[in-house]
Every structure is written in structure tokens, then in C-alpha cells.
């Protein structure tokens, strides 16, 4: 499978643990995004890298949220102190961007439950 | 900031029907991206179809086509031949840049 992965695809935790999640892009894609999608809504946009470069973050929903990409590879996202209304599917998407063109092929999610 | 609009939250069609599932947009830019991906139940996001604002033919991928009006801010989606594994929430995405913004969505149900 070549697609976009990630782990865990579901996870439980209580409120105020910290909990990671992992994206392996497409492996020629150069742009790795994280989504957050709430149920009945498309997602909404958090961070992305260009290559191993975090270029727009500041719609990370709170400084409990951050996000790595180390190599240039494979991306996590963490949140500290989960709360409630962190419970949602969040998504990654990659990319491989040519002149103007790109089109982003997403991840199947990490479904997350904050109890 | 730019905002897209999916009126339609669900939809229906018979088996072997033509349906179209509506979407507008609002922005002031003029070289951008319009998506359509398909969400099936408890499955991954598919790409369905693109197009880019600069190219005025409609972009068409087998059953799928799009009617982009540029003017009107309008990027509808046409599903021909309906097939039972249509089935699916569809939504509708507006990108620029690194930025991409979807709308809601519309649930479709392909009946038998």
C-alpha cells in the first residue's frame, strides 16, 4: 500500500492525558498536512510542512497542539492536556507540488475519544 | 477569507440516475483550486475531481463532471449512472496556496 497511513486509527484517552499521533505520507510527497474534522463537518486545516519546514501553524486550535516532522518523512502530532472537545477524527494529507499544481491525498484518520 | 457552501446536507438518487450535488464559494483571488472528495462510511477521503480556476473546460473523470462557473462562484458536481457504492458524504473543497477549505458537506444515498 503506497497511500497515506496513519496510527493509531483509534484512540481513547482520558482528560488531561497527552496522546500522538503519527502520518506517513506518500513517500515523494514533499507537503504533509493535519486536519481536524468534527462529526457532520468537513475538516479544517491545522499545519503543514514543506518538507521538514512548518510553514503556517498559527491555526493550530490551541498551544496545546503541536506538530514535528523531523526528517522530512513521517509527521506526529501531539496534544497535551486533552480536553472534551479535542474529540474528533484528525486527518493527514500529502502532496507533492509541482510549478502551481497540487493535489493533496489524505490518510484514513485518527479517530480520537477524549473521556 | 475565503468560504465554501454546500446547501445540499443529503441527497438521494435511484440506482443508474443522474444527480448533481451543489456548491458555491467566495473569494476575491483568481488562480485557485476546486476539489470534490468523496468520504464513504468509516473510510478514507477520495479525490474525485479537480479543476483549476485559469482552465474554462469543465474537468471530467468518467461518471463524475464538474459545471464550473467562474463568475457565478459555483462548482457543482454531476454523478452519472449511479452506483450503489456512491454512496457516500461528499464534499466540496476551495484551495489556495497551502490553504484549503471545505464545506460541510452532502450525504448521498444511492438507492437500489
Known amino acids: 500500500d503506497t497511500g497515506v497511513s496513519q496510527d493509531p486509527r483509534h484512540k481513547i484517552t482520558k482528560r488531561g492525558q497527552n496522546v500522538t499521533f503519527r502520518c506517513d505520507p506518500i513517500s515523494e510527497h514533499n507537503r504533509l498536512y493535519w486536519y481536524r474534522q468534527t462529526l457532520g463537518q468537513g475538516p479544517e486545516f491545522l499545519t503543514y510542512?514543506?518538507?521538514?519546514?512548518?510553514?503556517?501553524k498559527s491555526r493550530l486550535l490551541s498551544d496545546r497542539f503541536s506538530a514535528e516532522r523531523p526528517k522530512g518523512s513521517f509527521s506526529t502530532l501531539e496534544i497535551q492536556r486533552t480536553e472534551q472537545g479535542d474529540s474528533a477524527m484528525y486527518l493527514c494529507a500529502s502532496s507533492l507540488v509541482t510549478g502551481d499544481s497540487e493535489t493533496q491525498y489524505f490518510g484514513p484518520g485518527t479517530r480520537l475519544l477524549v473521556l | 477569507a475565503q468560504t465554501v457552501t454546500q446547501s445540499q446536507p443529503e441527497m438521494s438518487v435511484q440506482e443508474a440516475e443522474t444527480v448533481t450535488l451543489s456548491c458555491t464559494y467566495d473569494t476575491s483571488e483568481n488562480n485557485y483550486y476546486l476539489f470534490w472528495y468523496k468520504q464513504p462510511p468509516s473510510r478514507q477521503m477520495i479525490l474525485v475531481i479537480r479543476?483549476?480556476?485559469?482552465?474554462?473546460q469543465n474537468a471530467t473523470e468518467n461518471r463524475f463532471s464538474v459545471n464550473f462557473q467562474k463568475a457565478a462562484k459555483s462548482f457543482s458536481l454531476k454523478i452519472s449512472d449511479s452506483q450503489l457504492g456512491d454512496t457516500a458524504m461528499y464534499f466540496c473543497?476551495?484551495?489556495?496556496?497551502?490553504?484549503?477549505?471545505f464545506g460541510a458537506g452532502t450525504r448521498l444515498t444511492v438507492k437500489p
Open positions: 510542512f514543506q518538507n521538514e519546514a512548518q510553514l503556517e
Open positions: 479543476q483549476e480556476a485559469y482552465k474554462q
Open positions: 473543497a476551495f484551495m489556495l496556496g497551502y490553504d484549503m477549505r
